[in-house]
């Protein structure tokens, strides 16, 4: 490959990376409330269809130096509309974005999390921000088991 056809691919990588758009969640930074040790207390169902279910729209549940046991807490709050008990396993990461509370710097990612329950066709994916903390609600399809 000549030079000049390197130079323009990684040109337009730079430029198509750079154009995106940047996710920035501004986080109220939100004190989460533990109902016990595994799980945390929420108190809102929401009604919008993309909470949890889209990057753009992820569930923030912070934590400072519990970011990660909170994300388990609020998996462990949620069951299936039925009550059926949710099975969890997180994907990975994805979705780098802005915040003040990242571990180093001000950047953060997205843990992937993939939901499952007796009588779901398919397993759902939820996005969970462990950064950034919001007044926590339960996404649309979902429960709490202490109902």
Known sequence: MNKLALYFIISGCLISCSTKKELDYKSPNVEQVLLNDYVLLISQYSEDPSYGYTKENPIMTGGGVDRVLNQRRFLNALAGPEGQFVSYRRLGSCCMFKTQNGTFG????????????DGIEEPVILYINMYDSDHLQVPVGFRLIYE
């Not at 001000?106 to 329950?117: H, I, N």
Request: net charge negative; hydrophobic share 35%; proline share 0%.
């Open 106 to 117: 001000d950047t953060g990612l997205l843990d992937m999390y993939e939901l499952s329950y």
